[in-house]
């Protein structure tokens, strides 16, 4: 009996610490913002100024069908030490419903008894990062600039959604102001997270495309901060991608295209990586698991109504072949999902055996929006498997306008980088030189 015991013993040393180990990697870069934190007081009344704000959407569903005043919404919530203005509610709600996010989990995760936890990068944005317990959501402080610049182009950007149910581009979730009288007034934003889950990503990376000044010191070794690395550190490496490097490609290039029509640049591509289990590997090429993606994938009956419903596909009901947009110069030639997903069985023999039936114009329909197969997890749509790698890519910082400081901004660095490539350049040179990084480094 004495050695069973010790081996138990043993055993649950193990798993305790394993589980101090999980703790101290889930805590990597971030700090929890307690009682005592500079941070508490507002991360609290932000909390619960979500609360009642998601709340008034569980008690009254929103509307059927959006119409321009929604866009134009300003919902103000008076609480007693403080002031709450909800931007365009509606509109974000149906972008979450969009993602399969309930408004209760979306205020289970934001308003959880947890505490935000403070993100530490070696990001030089001025701006203050808060992460949901949970590690689901992103809360970032905004100028006033930057918010009017994002409702000033909500449509545009839920139009793209629709038409590129997958698209890359970062996901706003809702928009807010906070007035704690005589202390503070606060934009922030509500984001998905890119990197969701992040237990097991071992590396960051953000990309613009240029050389000058896109490098970053690695951190060294039991260095709290997340090092978030830059192009020149990602040199000789590649995104590898398989049959999916395809669409990969060309959904960068209609993000982009988008960003572009909007005098956008300086925006990133946030890429991280984690290696595959053989678990995950053996059920990522199962029939059963790609049966079950395409069922749900396929699934087009339950589309909503209202003025963004392709949208509703963004998560668990889009497939299909891709179609790419051949104005943005990509490809001609379409590929079925499961081409592009590297699974090997057809598209067909995947309808088959769901027992799926769609006209044929119903599909048509819904292959034009450059569709892929989802993994069958919760922020798919930034995620992209590899044959031996899952990818995290999603591109942020769309904010950036090039106004009269950032043209005369690009006249100083063309004389101080003659011949080199710098962040600043005209939204089509960025564009296309973000592309070009993008297709050079991903096979």
Known sequence: MAPRKSAGTSGATRRRRWWHLRQRWRMLGVFEIHA??????LTSVIKDGIHAAI?????????????????????TQIHEDFEMQTFAGPVFAGVRRSLDITEEEYQNSLCSDGCYLQFVSNSKSKADFFITNDKRFFLKTQSEREVKFLLSNLQAYVKHLEKYPHSLL?????VHRIVIPNQIKKYFIVMQSVFYPDERINIRYDIKGCEVGRWANPATEGSQIIKVLKD???EGQHITLGKTKTWFVEQVKMDAGFLRGLNVLDYSLLLAHQPLHQDELDGKHSFANIVLRATKSLDLDDSPTEAIPP???LLEKTS???VPDTTDGASDRPQTTAEVAGDGIPLQEINRHAKLTRSESELQDFHSRHCRLLPN???AVHVIDGPDRRYFVGII??????GWKKRLENLWKRLRFPGRAFSTCSPPDYSHRFCQWVENHTQ
């Open 36 to 41: 005592e934190h500079q941070f508490y007081h």
């Open 55 to 75: 709340q008034t959407g569980v008690d009254m569903p929103g509307p059927e069908k959006l119409t321009a005043e929604h866009f134009k919404a300003v919902d």
């Open 170 to 174: 970062v996901k706003f979730l809702g």
């Open 232 to 234: 020149n550190n990602f």
């Open 311 to 313: 949208s509703a596909a």
């Open 320 to 322: 299909g072949q891709v």
């Open 377 to 379: 997890f919760k922020n």
């Open 397 to 402: 910082d769309i904010f950036t306008v090039y």
